[in-house]
């Protein structure tokens, strides 16, 4: 059991999910109610959005283990991916009465940047420190490109293209292709071109059938960066 519950730490580290996942049901087998593999479940859910998943796993843990707080951070997550921020800001509060968890800090101020509570988020950041992460970032990972521009914690273009490149990658594994038009529309306000903005615009408008916004960026793409096959 210790070795497999060893194995189980390696593959959440690499992001190997799916033998993550085998690790744990191999655990419950012989514990139906291992703390360590429920956990990891919840978060396996989380990255598979198996939201309904998350909290049937979440209600067992509470039951049997109420001191474990990333039953709370989990379902924070499953309930912001699903756009009740009320919900997930509850669970956040609950879950940081029991350990002033970083992942719970960062759920936190994304659920009141996405109730517009942005003032009251802030001050919250500037409480206590999360590594590598920033206001900025949250605001990004928002949506809530309006607002960067008042707080955008010294970074440079760069830093902030970066940012949003990254959400244009997690939007589109998520399928939220209108959302990924939004901010690669935000890249090209600070850069100007970007040939990855491009690219994940051009596949979005795609996906969303906007077929004369396609050919538009697709003939742009050709002239703006002959190399890149997708445009031809």
């Not at 033998?19 to 989380?46: F, G, H, P, S, V």
């Not at 309006?146 to 830093?159: A, C, M, Q, T």
Request: charged share 35%; net charge negative.
């Amino acid at each position: 059991m210790d070795e497999l519950i060893k194995e189980c730490e390696k593959e959440y580290r690499q992001e190997n999910y799916s033998r993550l996942d085998w690790l744990c049901n191999q655990i419950l087998e012989q514990d139906r109610m291992n703390e360590t593999a429920l956990t990891y479940k919840l978060y396996i859910y989380c990255k598979w959005r198996q939201h309904h998943l998350v909290f049937c796993t979440a209600e067992e843990i509470h039951n049997a283990y109420p001191d474990n707080y990333h039953a709370y951070n989990a379902k924070a997550m499953a309930h912001l991916a699903k756009g009740e921020f009320q919900k997930a800001l509850d669970c956040c509060e609950k879950g940081l009465k029991i350990k002033d968890y970083h992942w719970l800090r960062m759920n936190k101020i994304e659920a009141l940047i996405s109730l517009n509570r942005i003032d009251e988020a802030y001050e919250f950041h500037n409480s206590g420190e999360i590594p590598d992460y920033n206001f900025t970032k949250a605001l990004i990972n928002c949506g809530k490109y309006g607002e960067i521009k008042g707080y955008r914690d010294d970074l440079s273009d760069e830093e902030i293209v970066e940012y949003l490149l990254e959400r244009c990658f997690d939007l589109d594994d998520r399928g939220d292709y209108e959302e990924v038009v939004r901010a690669c529309d935000e890249i090209f306000k600070v850069e100007g071109d970007n040939e990855e903005a491009l690219i994940y615009k051009a596949i979005a408008l795609a996906h969303l059938e906007r077929n004369d916004e396609l050919l538009e960026i697709c003939d742009y793409g050709i002239r703006s960066c002959p190399k890149i096959s997708l445009f031809h």
